[in-house]
């Protein structure tokens, strides 16, 4: 069974600018979700869909942050304009429908300068 | 907001020893609790979960308690070995299928 997927591995961009990050999750898994997690930290949850509604979207800065899963498969993340404390791994995890374990996907570094 | 928290930042253990991981939780309505091994550079791997009707619960060569009395949660490996060295995290579901995660404890294998 193919992992969770994600790109870009890595991005550095400055501040203000705008970047977006990708997920494919385990095929079949209706829930998806995204972590942001900052160095020496736990990851945080950003964002959970369950097929392509959003379930938990309260710890999103909505000025900045937004996340869509159209189809109820992949999901973009995106950040607009990027402020230096976005600096962190991007963490997109997914599960089974009823199911309990999240998988995670390798994450996206960020770096803001 | 939920407080995940775990007792040591850091944690040395020569190869061959036991390494307990421990972790503290403050929602007594957690039903549900992960462990999770972090490499360098990599998401976090599952290792191993329990739920809140149980108070043990073993899996090839690791072990987690809970004792919801203290709010408390261990992870216990045996026989440590070098490719066991990595950051840990406790998690806990308290509502939905969201997790709260605690702040890691970085365990180092000394050959």
């Known amino acids: 069974e193919a992992g969770v997927a994600q790109s870009p591995r890595y991005k550095i961009i400055e501040k203000r600018q705008s970047v977006a990050f990708w997920c494919n999750p385990i095929s079949g898994h209706a829930t998806l979700y995204w972590y942001q997690q900052i160095l020496g930290q736990g990851p945080k949850l950003l964002i959970q869909f369950q097929n392509n509604g959003v379930v938990d979207d309260s710890q999103l800065p909505k000025d900045r942050f937004s996340a869509e899963r159209l189809k109820g498969v992949d999901s973009t993340l995106k950040i607009q304009p990027a402020k230096l404390e976005d600096s962190a791994v991007y963490l997109c995890?997914?599960?089974?429908?009823?199911?309990?374990?999240?998988?995670f996907g390798p994450g996206t570094r960020l770096t803001v300068l | 907001g939920e407080s995940v928290g775990l007792h040591l930042p850091t944690l040395s253990v020569q190869e061959g020893d036991n390494s307990i991981i421990n972790c503290a939780y403050s929602n007594s309505a957690s039903d549900y609790f992960i462990w999770y091994k972090q490499e360098s550079g990599k998401g976090p791997q599952f290792i191993i979960d329990i739920r809140s009707n149980m108070d043990k619960r073993q899996g090839q060569r690791v072990t987690v308690l809970l004792n919801k009395t203290v709010k408390h949660l261990s992870l216990q490996i045996a026989a440590t070995q070098p490719g066991d060295s990595a950051v840990y995290f406790c998690a806990e579901r308290s509502g939905g299928n969201q997790f709260y995660f605690g702040t890691g404890t970085s365990l180092t294998v000394i050959p």
């Open positions: 995890a997914s599960s089974r429908p009823g199911g309990d374990t999240q998988y």
